[in-house]
């Protein structure tokens, strides 16, 4: 099946540094996700990106749409320690319209 | 608003017994997902529903496993019978059509003894 990867698969950072993921595939998607992820809860949804090249913000957190449609980046500007989580990406593929495309995640955490 | 509900949050249970998991959509949304977590194979989609009609099941591990969507504002994901490695979190999602953002809950934290 369609496959995601995101790197790194984890990261340790101290805090007030800047964070840098991203999420690649070989197969053209039409819309990128980015969700947080905090222990013992459900992936919560921090930004949507629905155009090639698209260049979103939401607070301290930044996310780009890849102009090849193949990869997706997020950045989170001065860490803090409520950053720490699992951040998935996940895809709509372009030839299918129907289902999302999870990535495995990239665990973060945030040194004091 | 009250987002996607999952019952429960937490089930220990025994090899071979039931397990029923519940959810509840956001109000408005028209298809709800039915995804399973676990570390070695993160989010897996297991089953979708869009209008309350099962669209795709590929993702159902095996006949164990069977889920319904009476009505538009519940779904359940049934287990029968129960294994060790079902243990997971289940998660419940929805959003407005398949295609559009979804939305998940908290998760059914399940754990087969």
């Known amino acids: 099946g369609q496959q995601l990867n995101q790197s790194p698969q984890s990261m340790f950072i101290q805090e007030g540094e800047d964070v840098s993921m991203n999420c690649t595939s070989s197969?053209?998607?039409?819309?990128w996700l980015w969700y947080k992820q905090e222990p013992g809860e459900g992936p919560v949804l921090l930004i949507a990106?629905?155009?090639?090249?698209e260049l979103t913000s939401n607070g301290r957190l930044t996310a780009q749409f890849g102009i090849t449609r193949k990869d997706s980046f997020l950045n989170i500007s001065a860490s803090i320690p409520s950053d720490v989580g699992i951040y998935f990406c996940?895809?709509?593929?372009?030839?299918?319209?129907?289902?999302?495309?999870f990535g495995p995640g990239t665990r973060l955490s945030v040194l004091p | 608003d009250a987002g996607v509900i999952q019952s429960p949050r937490h089930e220990v249970t025994e090899m071979g017994q039931e397990v029923t998991l519940r959810c509840k959509p956001i109000?408005?949304?028209?298809?709800l997902f039915w995804y399973r977590q676990t570390m070695m194979r993160g989010l897996e989609l297991l089953i979708y529903?869009?209008?309350?009609?099962?669209?795709?099941d590929s993702g159902m591990p095996e006949d164990r496993f069977s889920a319904k969507m009476p009505n538009a504002s519940f779904s359940t994901l049934k287990i029968q019978p129960s294994e060790p490695r079902d243990s997971a979190v289940y998660f419940c999602a929805s959003s407005f059509q398949p295609q559009e953002t979804q939305y998940f809950g908290p998760g059914t934290r399940l754990l087969v003894l």
């Open positions: 990106l629905y155009k090639a090249g």
């Open positions: 197969s053209i998607f039409n819309t």
């Open positions: 529903f869009n209008n309350n009609v099962p669209i795709d």
């Open positions: 109000s408005g949304h028209n298809s």
């Open positions: 996940a895809g709509q593929l372009a030839n299918y319209g129907q289902n999302f495309v």
